[in-house]
């Protein structure tokens, strides 16, 4: 990040408030926008909302919002007039859904664009994952959708069936091939991911994946891994939590699921007991894996930032959030 505007140091506590399996709304969910989906095919009424006074757009540098930092970190809802003769907006506004005053689009700006140009004076680009933590829940939410939206755009300019240019189709929700004797459509995808938090007797079992870069000394995760075609939830945690560590588990447990928007996969939070035996890993997948106990659990959750033997990612993941809920005894009933 390098120097820049001083940053308020409140973070918000993920995770401890909704309505969702297992009471916890986890970061990047809970946003409030009314997505409108019927509106997205509608191209005059969009147009009509591109125009409106009401409507706010939020600039994506590089898939990092604007984001002010003059009294709390909120994110910089632009009227049209400030993105003149940067964006055009009828091409590549990504329209977001309608908040309490107005619609509300995402939109993306060149890289050469600072944010003084934009913003207020305490303003910056900044990366979601980040900002995520700072900024109100809702929020969070309005990012991630606004992150993957952009992303999946910037790496679908072609159509996969025949090759041609693709174009930005029903407000930002779909990429329609130019080709006429093609006509593909094609939508955001979500990917889904297994993560769990597998456990035996008082322990639970975290491993260091060998993927993650940079991986800070001591970190310790769930199992995790994307679910594959013609797969449920649960055999796919029953296949990675067999192939990483090479475990058999009793029944899966759904908890919860949080959007990540790193590109756009859905994790999904599983509980699943372990039936007996000692973890092997797959040295493609794991450096380690080990059991750990509820003290080790307890000290890391409490003390997430410092290097200990025991560290767990951040607040804003569910894999920490698991952990928590495994403390407090809060795995889904048979
Ligand atoms: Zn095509």
Do not use: N
């Not at 993306?108 to 303003?123: A, F, Q, R």
């Not at 192939?243 to 009793?250: F, H, P």
């Not at 029944?251 to 994790?267: G, K, N």
């Not at 372990?274 to 106990?293: H, K, M, S, T």
Request: negative net charge.
């Amino acid at each position: 990040m390098g120097a820049g505007p001083r940053r308020p140091c409140r973070v918000r506590r993920p995770g401890q408030a909704g309505t969702g399996s297992g009471g916890r709304v986890h970061t990047f969910a809970g946003g409030e926008l009314d997505r409108a989906a019927h509106l997205r095919t509608d191209e005059s009424r969009i147009r009509d909302l591109h125009d409106s006074p009401q409507s706010r757009y939020l600039a994506f540098r590089a898939l990092d919002p604007l984001v002010s930092f003059d009294t709390t970190a909120r994110l910089v809802w632009l009227p049209r007039a400030a993105l003149d003769g940067l964006v055009d907006i009828g091409a590549d506004a990504l329209f977001l859904g309608l908040g309490r005053d107005g619609a509300r689009f995402a939109v993306p700006v060149p890289d050469t664009v600072g944010p003084e140009e934009l913003g207020p004076d305490e303003s910056e680009f900044v990366g979601v994952r980040e900002v995520a933590p700072l900024v109100e829940p809702q929020d969070a939410s309005i990012l991630a959708l606004g992150r993957s939206l952009s992303i999946w755009h910037a790496e679908h300019g072609f159509c996969p069936r025949c090759g041609h240019a693709t174009s930005i189709a029903e407000a930002g929700h779909a990429r329609a091939c130019s080709a006429e004797s093609c006509g593909k459509s094609q939508f955001p995808r979500t990917d889904p991911v297994v993560i769990m938090l597998i456990h035996r007797g008082g322990r639970c079992l975290l491993g260091r994946s060998v993927r993650a870069v940079p991986y800070p000394p001591g970190l310790h995760s769930c199992l995790a891994g994307y679910v594959e075609p013609g797969e449920s939830i649960e055999e796919a945690v029953r296949r990675e939590t067999w192939e990483e560590a090479g475990l058999r588990v009793s029944e899966v447990r759904y908890h919860s699921s949080q959007p990540w928007p790193f590109p756009s996969t859905l994790m999904i939070g599983c509980f699943a007991e372990a039936l007996g035996g000692e973890p092997r890993i797959d040295p493609a997948e794991l450096e380690c894996v080990r059991w750990f106990d509820r003290e080790e659990l307890r000290t890391a959750v409490e003390r997430w930032e410092e290097a200990d033997a025991l560290r767990l990612p951040p607040p804003i993941t569910i894999a920490h959030q698991l952990a928590r809920a495994w403390l407090e005894d809060e795995e889904p009933a048979a």
